[in-house]
């Protein structure tokens, strides 16, 4: 069965420094999403995009991420200064259209990537 | 803004018990989906409910979303050890076009043998 993956598993990072988490979605999927877990905590939303632009972004998502679809197969979140807030599981998710173009298909989540900054 | 509520926070039960989670949306849900997410692991889907009043069933779990479209409730009948995790449940707001899932705060399960 078709999965998302995610790399890096894990990523360390110093306060200040840039990081990119990579996304693989699934091949035939055309949305994708972004959404962090702070330890302990549900999962919030990030992010999503469809036909190479953003389609809605968090309060959380500010001036320092950036998301970007380079190929035709990845799916990156740019976070450009890490702040030790910015610690947390990163997802990445992807569904295929729903019904009328819309997004209400189900959403699959990868593994997650989890970034510690120190 | 739109807010999933989802309670209890936590659950102990012995073995063989049933256990309820419940879902409730201060707006309208076009749909709403259900993911367990094992300790260190990710959120797993494990259903979309999108009519009012749906009513669906796998094995032992059971998932109901109701007719105003904004609660639902997931009951496990005669919980297993295997069952622990953290369910959550992630509305997609009426108006939606973008995907933005809105997920409650879970509820934590432990069962014990």
């Known amino acids: 069965e078709p999965e998302v993956t995610q790399t890096p598993s894990h990523q360390v990072t110093q306060m200040g420094q840039e990081v990119i988490l990579r996304c693989v979605p699934i091949?035939?999927?055309?949305?994708f999403y972004w959404y962090r877990q702070i330890l302990g905590q549900k999962v919030e939303f990030l992010v999503s995009?469809?036909?190479?632009?953003?389609?809605?972004k968090s309060e959380i998502f500010d001036d320092q991420f950036s998301v970007e679809r380079p190929d035709g197969s990845n799916f990156t979140l740019k976070i450009r200064s890490t702040k030790l807030e910015d610690s947390a599981m990163y997802f990445c998710?992807?569904?295929?259209?729903?019904?009328?173009?819309?997004?209400?298909?189900?959403?699959?989540f990868g593994p997650g990537t989890r970034l510690t900054v120190l | 803004g739109q807010q999933v509520m989802q309670i209890p926070q936590y659950q102990h039960v012995q073995e063989g018990e049933d256990f309820t989670t419940y879902c409730n949306s201060s707006?309208?849900?076009?749909?709403i989906q259900w993911y367990k997410q094992r300790p260190g692991g990710h959120p797993v889907f494990l259903i979309q409910l999108v009519k009012s009043g749906e009513v669906k069933k796998q094995k032992r779990l059971t998932f109901q979303f109701g007719e105003a479209k904004k609660n639902s409730s997931l009951h496990i009948t005669a919980t297993q050890t295997t069952d622990v995790g953290t369910y959550f449940c992630?509305?997609?707001?009426?108006?939606?076009?973008?995907?933005?899932?809105?997920f409650g705060q879970g509820t934590t399960l432990q069962v014990k043998p």
């Open positions: 995009f469809y036909n190479n632009e953003i389609s809605e």
């Open positions: 998710a992807s569904s295929r259209p729903g019904l009328a173009g819309t997004y209400t298909d189900t959403q699959y």
């Open positions: 707006t309208t849900l076009s749909n």
């Open positions: 091949s035939n999927h055309l949305y």
């Open positions: 992630a509305g997609l707001r009426g108006s939606s076009n973008t995907g933005k899932l809105i």
